[in-house]
Structure formats: structure tokens, C-alpha cells
């Protein structure tokens, strides 16, 4: 009998969701298979009573969004995390992932009822919920050829201008069903990755030192609003748009993604004469406007040199950064991005690219260690003014491509087509701990906690709920009371190796 009403508290809490259909590749944790009889969900959380809580636990060992219901009380656990609600910091963006050639051509793979699956998996309120999307401006690394929207002889007038292929087959329609399945509430920023050869110094796709040609600067925004034309005779538009795929490429003597070169100098002239005022004065005046795009190895430096001219700096809204050089915390920590917050503090930061696999393993089925990699990197980035994060390939192969230059690297969900399969990794569970339940203009506040072996931070949502992300890296469960100066205290244990979101409401329910 009393395991019958705690099972109708819970369904009271939250609709019951799929569970996941676990399987383990034995390489340091596992996957979650959906198919087509089978993919598993996570509800959103329903009304609670004021003393209850929710906590969403993901591990190692296999659980993943594993559901508990506790309530405020007086505990006698030692290490506590006590909330401040009244210390604000920075407003959320939201979270997603980049629409690519590839995350497009491994969705088509698969039959339809799956293809639904997994969109609803990313964008659904029985799925992650994801709520900003990078949309490349062309083709990208991630494509299986070189591509822009205006290949072949010089065409400054750009009359030759027409969108892809692959637009039309693997970027449009995936982005009109998330587009769909949020009720429109997904937001979209742009990234070009090159311009066409013609409009370069060196003349190719790829390599070192190829920057814009002085007197392309006008035709490169140009191509931009085309785009954005184009996308919005499809019924897309855009909330933002960067300055260009990681810049700083073009130093590189080996490097073979497909870029634009700009140095600091070139490119606050270029924003400054160029990009803002065609923006501001055109049909997407408010569309956003991001500098940078690359690693924060380059922070405060970059952002310093491109916002000293005051016209530049009045026409950008934000800094857009990069994860790959964050494995070298000690040359590059996070404090370079508050460093950065408090130069420009008007300037919101947005972590826009990353992934694991570079320069290693591609595609490491079930690793915990990648997941933990990820809701690292989010919570350091949030804890240094960070807005949001922003995946790279949603969907890859078993692979880790296609791309065409063999850039190969892993995902949160990869597809293996031929058995009709996706698989939903740890990394998809880390990201899903902090999109599930911080959406957009949630507030990120003040937590305290002595225990280093734990990671958290902890948000104020726009509906009065408080969340609570917790990592615990460590091979040990952590039993700590959160503390909540409006509630009172309560009792959670923390597993081994594991993630865990805890979710209630600070005052009345909106």
C-alpha cells in the first residue's frame, strides 16, 4: 500500500516518462538505444506543493534523469549548499546545438518515425527542450565538399547567389519541425565559415592566411542579408548572426577548415563600416551581433582590440567563444572570460562551438568522462558570466562524420542508420541537465559551497522555480543539505560519477 502512494505522489509531480534501453559498448559507461518501438523521455516537472522538491539524477553507473521527490526539512548532514537568491547574476540565453550538413544528412538516414524521435529528443518538452541553434551561413567542415552560395567567377553584385542543396535537404526542413516542436520559441544565430574564393586574398576555400579582400568587405555583409533573405522566404529568421567561424584559423599553416581570416583590427573596421550599419539598417536591425567566434585563449585580448573604437562597440552585442583550447586551464582559465564581462559588461558572452574527439578517439560509445567534460566546461563557463552553450554537430555517424576533410569527432547522439538505431550518449544527459530546466531569461544566483569535491551553480527561473546542477566527478556519494533561506533545508545525496539537477519552486508556482 505505501508503495502505491509513493507512486502516486510521483505521477503527481510529472507525467511518467520512457525509460532509457541501456547498453554498454565497455567504454567507461553507456548509451541509450532508441529505436523504433522505443526511445526514452524526460516529462517536464508539474506543479509541486511549496515544501516538495524534485531530484534528477544521471551516473556512471547507468541511471540517467532518475527521478526522486524530497521535501524541506532539518537534516543533520555537515556539507551544505546554501542559495542566495537575492545575489543575481547574468540572464540565460538558452542552449542547442548546430544545425550541420552532417547532423542533417545522418538524420535523413533514418526512417521518418525515428528522424521524428530524435528531433523530439533535442527540441520537445518530453525531450531536452533546446532553445538556441547555430546555423552555418554555407557549407562547414561538417559537409562532405567545399561549398559557398556563390561559387564560380567574380560576382560582386551577387546575382548569382542561391542557397545549397543541402539547405533545402538537411538544413531547412530539420529546422522548421524543432522550429515546430518549440512552438516557435527557438531562437537561431548565423556563422559563416568562408566567403567564396573570389572574395578572398588567397583565393581558396581553406589555408593559410586567407582574409577577405578589402574590397569585398561591403559584398561579404551583402551575401549575408541574402542569406538571411533567403532563409526568410523558407519562414526562418534569426535572432543572431556572428562574425565568422574562428578567425584566428587562418594562421594556421596546416589548417584545412574552410575560413576567414580576421585579426582584431581588420575586424572592429570591418563591423564598424560594414556589418553594423548594414544590420541596423536593414529588415533585421535587431537581429544580434557577435564578435569573435573562437577560442577564449584569445580573450580579453581580442574582444579589447575590436571594442576600443566606440562606434564598433555600439553596434556589438555579445562575445562568442569557443571550448577546444579549455583543456589548458593553466594558460587559459575561465577568468579571462569575467576579465572580459568586466571590460564590456553590456556585452552578454555566449559559448557558441564545442565537442569532444578532437585529435583523439573519434566516437567513444557510452563515455561518462566525455559528459563530464561537458557540464565541466558549462558550469565554469557559467560560473565566469556565460550566458548559454551551444553544442556543436547535434547528430553524427558511428564515425563521427561525415566531413570532407576527416575532421571526425564524437556527439551527443550518433546515429548507426543500418541497424535503424540512434544512441544517445553522456554528453546528451550532461547538456539535458542544464536545458531541461533552465530555460531562457532564467537568472543565474549565488550559491555557496565549502565541499570542493562538487561542482554547482543554481538559477532562478521565470516561473519562480529554483534549479539546482550538480556535478560530482569523484568515485564517492556526497550526502549535502541544500539550503534555501525561503524554504528551509533538504537532505541529497550526490552518487558517484554523477549529475544531478535539483528542481522546486521558490514561491508561488506561475
Not at 588567397?202 to 559584398?219: R, V
Not at 582590440?305 to 589548458?328: F, M, S
Request: with cysteine.
Amino acid at each position: 500500500m505505501l508503495a502505491k502512494l509513493i507512486l502516486l505522489q510521483l505521477m503527481s509531480a510529472f507525467a511518467l516518462g520512457q525509460d532509457c534501453l541501456s547498453r554498454d559498448y565497455g567504454n567507461g559507461g553507456t548509451v541509450c538505444v532508441c529505436n523504433s518501438n522505443h526511445c526514452d523521455t524526460v516529462p517536464k516537472p508539474k506543479k509541486l506543493e511549496p515544501s516538495e522538491l524534485l531530484i534528477y539524477t544521471s551516473n556512471k553507473a547507468g541511471l540517467r534523469f532518475n527521478l526522486e521527490k524530497t521535501n524541506f526539512k532539518p537534516c543533520a548532514f555537515s556539507d551544505r549548499i546554501v542559495i542566495d537568491p537575492k545575489t543575481k547574476y547574468q540572464t540565460i540565453l538558452g542552449w542547442g546545438g548546430a544545425f550541420t550538413d552532417a547532423a542533417g544528412i545522418n538524420i535523413a538516414s533514418l526512417e521518418e518515425s525515428l528522424q521524428t524521435k530524435l528531433l523530439e529528443s533535442y527540441f520537445s518538452e518530453n525531450g531536452l527542450e533546446y532553445s538556441l541553434c547555430r546555423v552555418p551561413i554555407g557549407g562547414t567542415d561538417f559537409s562532405v565538399r567545399a561549398y559557398s552560395y556563390d561559387d564560380g567567377k567574380e560576382d560582386k553584385d551577387l546575382t548569382n547567389f542561391k542557397l545549397a542543396e543541402e539547405d533545402h535537404k538537411y538544413k531547412i526542413p530539420y529546422i522548421k519541425k524543432a522550429l515546430e516542436l518549440t512552438e516557435n520559441r527557438l531562437k537561431l544565430f548565423a556563422s559563416a565559415w568562408t566567403a567564396p574564393k573570389w572574395m578572398k586574398t588567397d583565393g581558396q576555400y581553406a589555408g593559410l592566411g586567407g582574409s577577405l579582400k578589402k574590397e569585398m568587405y561591403q559584398t561579404w555583409v551583402d551575401y549575408f542579408i541574402k542569406f538571411f533573405d533567403s532563409y526568410k522566404e523558407q519562414g526562418i529568421s534569426f535572432w543572431g548572426v556572428t562574425t565568422g567561424n574562428e578567425p584566428s584559423l587562418a594562421i594556421s599553416p596546416t589548417n584545412r577548415i574552410n575560413n576567414v581570416g580576421w585579426g582584431p583590427k581588420n575586424m572592429g573596421t570591418w563591423v564598424r563600416d560594414n556589418l553594423g550599419p548594414t544590420i541596423r539598417n536593414s529588415a533585421y536591425s535587431d537581429m544580434k551581433i557577435m564578435i569573435l567566434d573562437d577560442q577564449r585563449s584569445l580573450l580579453p585580448w581580442y574582444a579589447d582590440e575590436v571594442l576600443k573604437d566606440n562606434t564598433v562597440r555600439k553596434y556589438v552585442d555579445g562575445v562568442a567563444v569557443h571550448w577546444y583550447h579549455n583543456i589548458w586551464p593553466l594558460f587559459w582559465p575561465a577568468s579571462v572570460l569575467t576579465f572580459t564581462h568586466w571590460h564590456f559588461p553590456e556585452k552578454f558572452i555566449l559559448a557558441t562551438e564545442a565537442c569532444n574527439g578532437v585529435g583523439e578517439e573519434s566516437v567513444v560509445l557510452g563515455s561518462w568522462e566525455r559528459g563530464e567534460k561537458y557540464s565541466y566546461d558549462i558550469i565554469k563557463d557559467l560560473q565566469n558570466w556565460v550566458t548559454g552553450w551551444i553544442d556543436w554537430n547535434m547528430v553524427l555517424d558511428l564515425s563521427g562524420g561525415p566531413t570532407y576533410i576527416s575532421n571526425n569527432v564524437d556527439a551527443p547522439i550518433i546515429v548507426n542508420a543500418s541497424a535503424g538505431e540512434f544512441y544517445k550518449q553522456p554528453m546528451y544527459y550532461h547538456l539535458g541537465h542544464f536545458s531541461k530546466f533552465v530555460p531562457p531569461n532564467s537568472v543565474l544566483i549565488k550559491t555557496s559551497f565549502a565541499n570542493k569535491d562538487l561542482l554547482t551553480v543554481g538559477f532562478q527561473r521565470p516561473d519562480n522555480a529554483t534549479v539546482l546542477v550538480i556535478l560530482n566527478k569523484t568515485g564517492k556519494t556526497i550526502p549535502v543539505n541544500v539550503v534555501d533561506p525561503n524554504k528551509g533545508v533538504a537532505q541529497v545525496e550526490i552518487k558517484a560519477r554523477s549529475i544531478v539537477t535539483v528542481f522546486y519552486y521558490s514561491q508561488n508556482y506561475k
